[in-house]
């Protein structure tokens, strides 16, 4: 399984950039994609994690109202659309999968991971 992400950078405060997983894998293995963040000195916290296809998604409080989650099945593509970005959301931003949900937005949950783009908020 293979988890490559894109486009993240640095942005202003009020920013919205899109950052992209595509998955390289068996749909089984990516059923469950989340999105997983870690700031530097900080704990891992997921962001987001939705059924690939179709189907719910959760998202952290942190996140909640700014960031979306989004597919192209076609393209075995995730999207993160981050809106209204804070400084506070600075982090290495990890897509991760498994095949089993846990709906419990812990990086524990999930066995398959990117190597992850940075997202550098500046005020």
């Known amino acids: 399984v293979q988890l490559v992400e894109s486009g993240g950078g640095s942005v202003q405060a009020g920013g919205s950039p899109r950052p992209s997983c595509a998955a390289l894998?068996?749909?089984?293995?990516?059923?469950?994609i989340g999105w997983v963040r870690q700031a530097p000195g900080k704990e891992r916290e997921g962001g987001a994690a939705?059924?690939?296809?179709?189907?719910?998604?959760i998202y952290a409080d942190s996140v909640k109202g700014r960031f979306t989650t989004s597919q192209d099945n076609a393209k075995n593509t995730v999207y993160l659309q981050m809106n209204n970005l804070k400084p506070e959301d600075t982090a290495m931003y990890y897509c991760?999968?498994?095949?089993?949900?846990?709906?419990?937005?812990?990086?524990?949950?999930?066995?398959?991971w990117g190597q992850g783009t940075q997202v550098t908020v500046s005020s």
């Open positions: 939705t059924i690939t296809g179709g189907g719910s998604t």
């Open positions: 894998a068996n749909s089984y293995s990516t059923n469950y």
């Open positions: 991760a999968a498994d095949p089993v949900p846990s709906w419990r937005l812990r990086g524990a949950d999930f066995g398959y």
